[in-house]
């Protein structure tokens, strides 16, 4: 059964940092490429960041470039997002998710906030 974990998230200031982790289990990790999503109440779930399932390859939505790194751990199966600079409208529920599994998990919150 595909599980998703994700930890991590809290409070912080405006500037601050925080790094996401996301523990996958009951897959093959390393066949996967693996997503970060976010969303906030009333919206829909935006894409953050993609990382190719060597690492070789990551993309980052345009918001967050420069700010975000992805990186993944295929031998612990879990991938990873350092969020730094954080502005107040980086807040959002984080989830992660491999591409072409349906499976999601509980996410973590990120707040952001004085």
């Known amino acids: 059964q595909v599980q998703l974990v994700e930890s991590g998230g809290g409070s912080v200031q405006p500037g601050g940092s925080l790094r996401l982790s996301c523990a996958a289990f009951g897959f093959t990790f390393s066949n996967y490429y693996m997503r970060w999503y976010r969303q906030t109440p009333g919206k829909e779930r935006e894409l953050v960041a993609g990382i190719s399932s060597a690492g070789g390859s990551r993309n980052y939505a345009d918001s967050v470039k420069g700010r975000f790194t992805i990186s993944r751990d295929n031998v612990k199966n879990t991938v990873y997002l350092q969020m730094n600079s954080l502005k107040p409208e980086d807040a959002a529920v984080y989830y992660c998710?491999?591409?072409?599994?349906?499976?999601w998990g509980q996410g973590t919150q990120v707040i952001v906030s004085l």
């Open positions: 998710n491999a591409r072409n599994l349906a499976s």
